[in-house]
């Protein structure tokens, strides 16, 4: 394995509309530099909003199952054993020698407070707990099995809005005097407690610090407005052209936006910040 002389670094990326193509979740174009960054050295960290179930085998897919990741857009974290703390952290009944972190508050309490709140204000939604799978397969476009993953949720609940703009402000306001977060992502808006991808980020890298003694120089990439935390909390950023429609103003000092959508846009972002350093 080739090892940069220089400062340690981390990827952190989303995964729809980024390193996944947004209609068709393939990732092949980034398959090169996925290698190029494992013999590197560079972990490679899942941003997402996918479920902790899902991630378990997408991660193997991918050959990322010796990095953490963060699912529910922060809600979960999960540390494989070389990013776990010797006597915080270990525990011989973790499925796949995994320890997961939970941040958010429960998915459980988090649909009991959607109900009441729809309830009080009048409002028009569906949430993906109220969902038959088949509904979750048309709005995802996710095969079926792939669809009864994406429900299994812990810190967080994705809805469809079915209401005006005017009442998608009152019940944010009225999420977030109920200590709840909403964000938005491609495809649905997100329910959580108050964290979100870059408050995951940040535990992350300190973890790091904590076991190895340095920070790492960090990359992240994402194309949704549920990415901007994280894009704002790495030291490069990659906003990549998105296909959502949605509006995304990042605020980082060291950004570069592509010109091409998904994995294709995601390989743009490596080329243009570390294509010249990262061996091939």
Same mark, same amino acid.
């Given at each position: 394995m080739t090892q940069l002389s220089s400062r340690p670094r981390v990827v952190f990326t989303d995964l729809d509309g980024s390193l996944l193509d947004h209609d068709t979740y393939?990732?092949?174009?980034?398959?090169a530099w996925l290698s190029r960054l494992q013999h590197a050295g560079v972990p490679v960290i899942p941003v997402t909003s996918k479920t902790r179930a899902e991630l378990l085998s997408l991660r193997l897919d991918l050959g990322l199952s010796n990095s953490p990741f963060i699912a529910e857009n922060g809600a979960v974290i999960g540390l494989p054993p070389a990013w776990q703390h010797a006597r915080l952290?270990?525990?011989?009944?973790?499925?796949? +020698?995994?320890?997961?972190? @939970?941040?958010? &508050?429960?998915?459980?309490?988090?649909?009991r407070r959607l109900e009441v709140l729809r309830e009080r204000l009048g409002l028009s939604f569906?949430?993906?707990?109220?969902?038959?799978l088949d509904?979750?397969?048309?709005?995802?476009?996710?095969?079926?099995p792939q669809a009864r993953l994406a429900r299994v949720r812990e810190g967080s609940e994705p809805l469809i809005w079915q209401d005006s703009e005017a009442a998608l402000k009152h019940f944010a306001q009225a999420?977030?005097?109920?200590?709840?977060?909403l964000t938005r992502g491609g495809r649905f808006l997100h329910v959580m407690g108050r964290v979100h991808k870059g408050d995951a980020l940040h535990w992350l890298v300190d973890r790091f610090v904590?076991?190895? +003694?340095?920070?790492?120089? @960090?990359?992240? &990439?994402?194309d949704g407005p549920n990415d901007i935390p994280l894009l704002e909390a790495v030291d490069l950023a990659v906003l990549i052209r998105g296909r959502h429609g949605q509006p995304v103003e990042v605020k980082a000092e060291r950004l570069y936006r592509t010109r091409e959508h998904g994995?294709?846009?995601?390989?743009e972002g490596l080329d243009?910040?570390?294509?010249e350093e990262i061996p091939i």
């Open positions: 393939g990732w092949q174009p980034a398959s952290d270990r525990n011989p009944d973790n499925v796949g +020698g995994l320890c997961i972190k @939970t941040p958010s &508050l429960d998915v459980g309490f988090i649909r569906r949430s993906m707990g109220e969902m038959a509904e979750i397969m048309e709005h995802t476009g996710l095969p079926e999420l977030n005097d109920d200590g709840l977060h904590a076991l190895r +003694g340095t920070r790492p120089h @960090t990359l992240g &990439l994402g994995p294709e846009g995601w390989v243009y910040w570390w294509g």
